[in-house]
């Protein structure tokens, strides 16, 4: 069965970088799209980016250009996003999200989640 | 980054149903037929309910349905459940830069 199993909480200070971690399992990972989206708490979900983990072209919502860097490792069946320049307002859950396949396309949803991870960011 | 825009409420009896609207424009909604539904109990990662605006995943009860017109989608949840308690969002692809854009959310609870 398919399982997106995500890396420990985190506490960094305004300023620092954070990066969290996503194990896959149970599908084939070099085929798929791999998203991150976070939600900061009582707020709606915001997704962040994406990767192919065949080419790992990726692709950065506008919001964390410049910030954001998702990569992956096929060795190891592991996405990761990294976060620099880190706020107080990018205090959320952040959760790896796979995107659904349906014969030969892409879906453009999120058929499986990781647990969620959750990163505190505070003096 | 704009938002889809959901209601922030909806509640009904076991049994009844309960319908939740997702707007959009005709640069998401309107223009992919992309939209997916997601449940959300607290404290949980999200589940996918629907995607492609009317289909679901293996294991999701026939209860869910989704449906579109123009720029609004919705879910309507027939036979509801205290189960069914729980926030749902939206979700559409695209053309801006951003590429998939969340709704607001909508708590739904059974009475």
């Known amino acids: 069965q398919v399982q997106l199993v995500q890396s420990g909480a985190e506490v960094e200070k305004p300023g620092a970088s954070v990066r969290v971690s996503c194990k896959a399992s149970?599908?084939?990972?070099?085929?798929?799209?791999m998203h991150w989206v976070r939600q900061a708490p009582g707020q709606r979900l915001e997704w962040m980016g994406q990767i192919h983990i065949g080419s790992s072209s990726t692709v950065y919502s506008p919001k964390f250009q410049g910030r954001i860097t998702i990569t992956r490792d096929t060795f190891a069946s592991t996405v990761s996003v990294e976060l620099s320049s880190l706020r107080s307002e990018d205090t959320a859950v952040y959760f790896c999200a796979k995107e659904g396949s349906s014969g030969s396309h892409f879906t453009k949803s999120f058929d499986y989640w990781g647990q969620g991870t959750l990163v505190t960011v505070s003096s | 980054q704009s938002a889809l825009s959901q209601p922030p409420s909806a509640s009904g009896s076991p049994g009844q149903s309960v319908t939740i609207s997702c707007t959009g424009t005709?640069?998401?909604?309107?223009?992919?037929?992309?939209v997916s539904w997601y449940q959300q109990h607290p404290g949980k990662a999200p589940k996918l309910m629907i995607y492609?605006?009317?289909k679901r995943p293996s294991g999701v009860p026939d209860r869910f349905s989704g449906s579109k017109s123009d720029n609004t989608a919705s879910l309507t949840v027939s036979g509801l459940q205290t189960e069914d308690e729980a926030d749902y969002y939206c979700?559409?692809?695209?053309?801006?830069?951003?590429?998939?854009?969340f709704g607001t959310g909508t708590k739904v609870t059974v009475l």
């Open positions: 492609e605006v009317t």
């Open positions: 005709s640069s998401d909604v309107g223009r992919y037929d992309s």
């Open positions: 979700s559409s692809y695209t053309d801006s830069d951003n590429r998939y854009v």
């Open positions: 149970g599908y084939t990972f070099t085929t798929s799209f």
